[in-house]
Structure formats: structure tokens, C-alpha cells
């Protein structure tokens, strides 16, 4: 378990450090199909770094929906939890301290008049809520006992990718509480005021993701 724990808070602080870093220090005018990327080729990057240690769930999210569909004990998932939590608090610290703007802009999630697209919190809800759904479907599917393998990291890396090309203008991409959280905690602020959002949505995106498994629909083992 230690080291289950040390690689998903490593793969935490890894993904927001480049998924948020190429929103924070890329260059101007803000490039939504970089960060899209950035974020994508990370979880690549990590589903074959620590794959094979944790499963690279990096996710709170994704872990509670490997929990629903009866493939992960509470237990672990809350370990999981920490880690992740922990993670993504040390990569937007580490961002912080590389950043011009320092704690004031970690690319931090949102909504509402002044962020990116200024959608309502209506549309940031019911766009977690499905993306995070269809992000844990893609991740269930392919790692499963019948999944893809070898080409698991690159199908959940590309999805991960399209939703933040679809939704980046929304909320800024969540579909996981721990990136959300980390850069928020630092950023303060409104951040921190809209948080419940990107912990709520994902949650609730993941329990209906995992259900079509645990309730037969989609697992292929039947």
C-alpha cells in the first residue's frame, strides 16, 4: 500500500503540474488545444509510469467509481484519496513557485462572469456531471479483465484530452476533485467559493459511470 500511495500522490502532483503548468506558463494568447494536450499526454505519460503500481487512478473520482463497480475496497480508496489530495496540493505548490503570478493563477477550475467562456453554474454542473461519467466509462472499459492492455494509458489519455478541447471554455476541466482542490486551496478566493462544484459533479458523474458496470449494463465479463 505504501507504495500504491506514493504513486498515485506522485502521478497527482505530476498531472497538475502539467496540465495546469501549460495553462499557467505557456505562452499568450491562451492556447486551449495545448493545455487540452498537456493534460492528455500526462496521464499517458503517468498510465505507463505507475500503471503498474496503483493503476494510475490520479483521479478521487476515478477510484470511487472503481469502488461502485466493485473493483476497489473503501479502504484503499480512501488511501487513495489522501494521496491524491496530497498530490495535487504539492504540484500546484511547486507551480506556484515556478509562476510569475505566483498563487494568483494556477489554472484553477470556475465558472461564471470573468472566467474563460463565463458559462452559468448550470451548465459548469451538468458538463462535469457527464464528462466525468463518460471519463470513468472510457477507464472501466479499457481496464477491466477484458480491457485493451497495453493501450489502456493511450485511450484513457485521448478522452481525457477531447474533454478538455470540449469543455476547457466551462469550467476550465475538472472531472477530478484533487486537481481542482490543489489549485484552489493556494489560489484562494473565489476558487475556493466555487470548489463544491468540482468535488460534487465529479462524484456524482462517477457513481452513474461506474453503475453501468456494477449493474451489468456495459461490464463485458457477462
Request: hydrophobic share 60%; proline share 4%.
Amino acid at each position: 500500500m505504501v507504495k500504491r500511495f506514493s504513486a498515485e500522490l506522485v502521478g497527482t502532483m505530476v498531472l497538475v503540474l502539467f496540465g495546469c503548468g501549460a495553462a499557467v506558463l505557456g505562452p499568450a494568447p491562451f492556447d486551449q488545444l495545448a493545455v487540452s494536450l498537456a493534460f492528455g499526454f500526462a496521464i499517458v505519460a503517468m498510465a505507463y509510469g505507475i500503471g503498474p503500481v496503483s493503476g494510475c487512478h490520479v483521479n478521487p473520482a476515478v477510484s470511487l467509481a472503481a469502488f461502485v463497480a466493485g473493483r476497489m475496497s473503501a479502504k484503499d480508496m480512501l488511501v487513495y484519496w489522501v494521496a491524491q489530495f496530497i498530490g495535487a496540493l504539492i504540484g500546484a505548490f511547486l507551480l506556484s513557485l515556478i509562476a510569475k503570478t505566483g498563487m494568483a493563477n494556477l489554472g484553477q477550475n470556475g465558472w461564471g462572469q470573468g472566467y474563460l467562456g463565463e458559462y452559468g453554474m448550470h451548465a459548469a454542473l451538468i458538463f462535469e456531471v457527464v464528462m466525468t461519467a463518460i471519463f470513468v466509462v472510457v477507464i472501466l472499459g479499457v481496464s477491466g479483465d477484458k480491457g485493451h492492455g497495453p493501450f489502456a494509458g493511450v485511450a484513457i489519455g485521448i478522452t481525457l484530452a477531447v474533454i478538455h478541447i470540449v469543455g476547457i471554455q466551462v469550467t476550465g476541466v475538472s472531472v477530478n476533485p484533487a486537481r481542482s482542490f490543489g489549485p484552489a486551496v493556494l489560489a484562494g478566493g473565489t476558487a475556493i467559493s466555487q470548489l463544491w462544484l468540482f468535488i460534487v459533479a465529479p462524484a456524482v458523474g462517477a457513481v452513474l459511470g461506474a453503475l453501468l458496470f456494477r449493474l451489468k449494463v456495459l461490464d463485458p465479463a457477462d
